[in-house]
C-alpha cells in the first residue's frame, strides 16, 4: 500500500468533501480516503498495482474538482 496527498481545489462545503470521501472509497485499489474540507486535502492509502496515483486524480478532476499530488 501506497499512501498519496492531494490538494483539492473547488470544494466550498462539508457536501463536497463526502461526495469525494464516498467516490475514492468505492474505487478498487483505494484501501481508504480522508478529505479535509479546511486542509483542502485529500489523502489517498492505494494499491499502486491496481490503481495509478493520475487515475485517482483524473476521478476527482471528473467530480468538478481539480487534484494535484504533492510531492
Not at 33 to 51: F, G, M, Q, W
Amino acid at each position: 500500500m501506497k499512501k498519496i496527498t492531494f490538494d483539492i481545489a473547488g470544494m466550498r462545503c462539508g457536501a463536497c468533501a463526502i461526495g469525494i470521501e464516498l467516490m475514492l472509497a468505492k474505487k478498487k485499489g483505494i484501501k481508504s480516503a480522508k478529505v479535509s474540507l479546511n486542509e483542502r486535502t485529500a489523502v489517498v492509502e492505494y494499491d499502486p498495482a491496481i490503481v495509478a496515483s493520475s487515475e485517482i486524480s483524473t476521478a476527482v478532476c471528473d467530480l468538478g474538482y481539480i487534484a494535484t499530488a504533492r510531492s
